[in-house]
């Protein structure tokens, strides 16, 4: 299983990213997919989650209302809008899914694969 999460960048405070975690010859579907994030010098995080088998939704207090997890079935791809973007929402953004079957769960053991990270930097 391979993920790959792209679409990170350099963005001003107040802006807009949009990440994207493409499984390439995975199926995402049925599975939970979850973003988190490790800021610089601290730990990782979780900020979102999607079940693909009822379209569920999660997500942290700190980025509640100003990201938005969805899916693309067609596209096999997961995507996170961020919109209002702090400073502190620097970070490095990981996208990981738990093929387990499993419940939805933020902690970072329950998803079972990982994929590399991607950049997003939010400074003037």
């Known amino acids: 299983v391979q993920l790959q999460a792209s679409g990170g960048g350099l963005v001003r405070p107040g802006g807009s990213l949009r990440l994207s975690c493409a499984g390439p010859?995975?199926?995402?579907?049925?599975?939970?997919i979850g973003w988190f994030r490790r800021p610089p010098g601290k730990g990782r995080e979780w900020i979102s989650s999607i079940d693909i088998e009822d379209d569920s939704t999660y997500y942290a207090d700190s980025v509640k209302g100003r990201f938005t997890i969805s899916e693309d079935n067609a596209k096999n791809t997961v995507y996170l809008q961020m919109n209002s973007l702090k400073p502190e929402d620097t970070a490095v953004y990981y996208c990981a899914v738990d093929t387990t079957g499993s419940d939805f769960s933020s902690l970072a053991s329950a998803y079972n694969y990982w994929g590399k990270g991607t950049q997003v930097t939010v400074s003037s």
């Open positions: 010859g995975f199926t995402l579907e049925d599975y939970v």
